[in-house]
């Protein structure tokens, strides 16, 4: 089974940064990609982040576009979401998930199958 654990959430400053980790394990060939969903409270899930193993291509949501970037580390079967310049409406539960990631377009829940139990990140002002 595909297993996803998220980790690097926590409370910080308006402007600083925080690196986000998903583990993966259970993936049969390389053919699942990773990408990062958040939730705010009373907000639906939107996709932030993707990176197809295919091509190595990237989505980011325009919201984060210039102060997040995913990235993935093959030999620890781990993705990354270095996120700088965080800001208030930055706030939410981050998940990671896998399954299909489509560069340029926006990751959408209904295509991922697997999920991370998610991690909390809050920014205060």
């Known amino acids: 089974d595909v297993q996803l654990q998220a980790s690097g959430g926590g409370l910080v400053q308006a402007g600083g940064s925080l690196r986000l980790s998903c583990a993966a394990s259970?993936?049969?060939?390389?053919?699942?990609?990773i990408a990062w969903f958040r939730q705010a409270p009373g907000s639906q899930r939107e996709g932030v982040s993707c990176?197809?193993?295919?091509?190595?291509?990237?989505y980011y949501a325009d919201s984060v576009k210039g102060r997040f970037t995913i990235s993935n580390d093959n030999h620890r079967n781990t993705v990354y979401l270095y996120m700088i310049n965080l800001k208030p409406e930055d706030t939410a539960v981050y998940y990671c998930?896998?399954?299909?990631?489509?560069?340029?377009?926006?990751?959408?829940?209904?295509?991922?199958?697997?999920w991370g139990q998610g991690t909390q990140v809050t920014v205060s002002s």
């Open positions: 990176m197809s193993s295919s091509d190595g291509g990237t």
């Open positions: 998930a896998a399954g299909g990631c489509f560069p340029p377009q926006e990751p959408y829940v209904q295509e991922f199958d697997y």
């Open positions: 259970g993936f049969v060939g390389d053919d699942l990609d």
